[in-house]
């Protein structure tokens, strides 16, 4: 369900001086893209979105995070009081100021429907809203195993016996379940989980022991779409980068797609071009060569 949408607000935030340059909206993921897993972002990642930001693109930050987490490394990243950032994988975008343009929740019946499942095969889970975030499962457990730093802390969820009862009960709006399994347990019940569910729901394996389950409208593509609308930009004119899963549909939907760094062969497959991990700089070495004209 989408609650709203002020595309007139994005439209009067203005539209960047420009110079010649074949893109007009740069999207990047996050984790694993443009930050390292222990949290650190290069001086090179910070100068390439400088650079581009330079040529009057767009920056646009996609991200899975909640809004909290997207928010916290958005200022880190340089981002703008007024600038729109795209995070629960989509489901949101939401501005730093605090300032919501577009948020879709998932159908209450439907997550606890995944949690019930989950419950029923012994794997942990959390339930996400705008604000609120609700585990099951050992706290300890349950942060050392939420994925790169920082992308959830022990002070900011309340941790239940069952998901499932608490989402029934609370009456709140979900935008996104998450499972977390071991990536060899993940492996045995993940296509059971899309056979039960994937025609309902968006399923993407985020990290290799993450799994997130979401309405089919928030996923990062049609949040791009709908900052394109406002904006007056052509899918043609969006270079995207992304190294995992929940990227897949962002690379599809961009002009330019790039994967970066080592990753699965549906990633791959989905991207017009691959450059290096995040370890090796592989956006700054790849927006260097887009303004240089080499790509």
């Known amino acids: 369900m989408t609650d709203y949408f002020y595309g007139e607000e994005l439209e009067r935030a203005g539209t960047p001086e420009r110079v010649a340059f ?19 972002i290069t001086a090179d990642t910070l100068s390439a979105l400088e650079a581009l930001r330079s040529l009057g693109v767009r920056v646009v930050l996609a991200t899975g995070r909640r809004y909290e987490g997207a928010r916290e490394h958005a200022l880190r ?18 501005t730093v100021s605090g300032r919501t343009h577009l948020r ?11 949690l019930r499942w989950a419950e029923g095969n012994g794997i942990r889970s959390r339930v996400l809203g705008d604000g609120w975030l609700v585990s099951s499962g050992d706290p300890v457990e349950t942060v050392r195993d939420a994925g790169p730093a920082g992308l959830v802390g022990r002070d900011e969820m309340q941790v239940v016996g069952s998901t499932s009862r608490w989402l029934r009960e609370s009456g709140e709006d979900p935008i996104k379940v998450t499972l977390v399994s071991p990536p060899e347990e993940v492996e045995r019940w993940l296509g059971p989980l899309q056979d039960a569910f ?35 930009i052509g899918a043609h004119e969006v270079v995207a980068f992304g190294d995992g899963e929940n990227d897949i549909d962002m690379l599809r939907f961009a002009g330019r797609g790039v994967a970066v760094g080592g990753i699965t062969p549906a990633v791959r497959e989905a991207a017009d071009d691959v ?3 995040v370890y090796g700089e592989g956006v700054a070495r790849y927006v260097e060569r887009l303004i240089s004209g080499e790509v």
């Open 22 to 40: 074949p893109y007009r909206l740069a999207a990047f993921d996050l984790d694993g893209t443009l930050m390292r897993y222990d949290g650190e």
């Open 77 to 94: 990243l340089g981002f703008g009081e007024e600038e729109p950032l795209v995070c629960f994988g989509g489901a949101m975008i939401r």
């Open 104 to 114: 879709h929740t998932m159908p209450a019946h439907h997550a606890v429907e995944v």
């Open 198 to 232: 994937s025609e309902r729901l968006f399923i993407t394996r985020s990290f290799p022991h993450f799994v997130e389950v979401g309405g089919l409208a928030g996923i990062k593509s049609r949040a791009l779409a709908a900052l394109c609308e406002a904006w007056g």
């Open 275 to 277: 450059t290096h991990d």
